[in-house]
T-cell receptor, first 109, second 114 residues
């Protein structure tokens, strides 16, 4: 079993829909990252969080440390949100990130 | 600032050839990383450098060597390329790995070994 599991693996939705991507992990962590990879391949960091909730524009990330679970929400989704969203965790005491396999999101106009 | 830059963007090698992937960052970051990304798999860490002068193995180091040339530059070398090393390679950097600062990624190098 992977240490970081994302669901769903693929998600297709219509423009304007509310999107939720989930990330569960099985180890103690010091931080959780959400990344976005565009079809061109570039990877950008969206959020880094260790507790609570963060918001940036239409994106919201939450984390529940007790339940070892995080969600990434997109409100009023748009075709330009189409990308692969990657969850990664920094394991406590370790020196690396462990990545989920990613969720491929497609938003149709 | 250019952020994290990688060269080349694309490369085709024959089995047994060698090459070096270059990575540089201009953000004064302490830590640098090399990952590979394969279809259906998450990013996997090949090597990392916590600070100038240090390097450590990651999850999949076999077949690779690295050099942290200075604080800015971190190179990845394939001494004898194999088809299993066909992948997309990403370099990343972060200010302070222990505090979990966010990672900044380069644009990637798409490598094909025939």
């Amino acid at each position: 079993k992977n240490e970081v599991e994302q669901s769903p693996q693929n998600l297709t939705a219509q423009e304007g829909e509310f999107i939720t991507i989930n990330c569960s992990y099985s180890v103690g962590i010091s931080a959780l990252h959400w990344l976005q990879q565009h079809p061109g391949g570039g990877i950008v960091s969206l959020f880094m969080l260790s507790s609570g909730k963060k918001k940036h524009g239409r994106l919201i990330a939450t984390i529940n440390i007790q339940e070892k679970h995080s969600s990434l929400h997109i409100t009023a989704s748009h075709p330009r949100d189409s990308a692969v969203y990657i969850c990664a965790v920094r394991i406590q005491g370790a020196q690396k990130l462990v990545f989920g396999q990613g969720t491929r999101l497609t938003i149709n106009p | 600032n250019a952020g994290v830059t990688q060269t080349p963007k694309f490369q085709v090698l024959k089995t047994g050839q060698s090459m070096t992937l270059q990575c540089a960052q201009d953000m004064n970051h302490n830590s640098m990383y090399w990952y590979r990304q394969d279809p259906g798999m998450g990013l996997r860490l090949i090597y990392y450098s916590a600070s100038e002068g240090t390097t450590d193995k990651g999850e999949v180091p076999n077949g690779y060597n690295v050099s942290r040339l200075n604080k800015r530059e971190f190179s990845l070398r394939l001494e004898s390329a194999a088809p299993s090393q066909t992948s997309v390679y990403f370099c990343a950097s972060t200010f302070n790995r222990l505090l979990g600062y966010e990672q900044y990624f380069g644009p990637g190098t798409r490598l094909t070994v025939t």
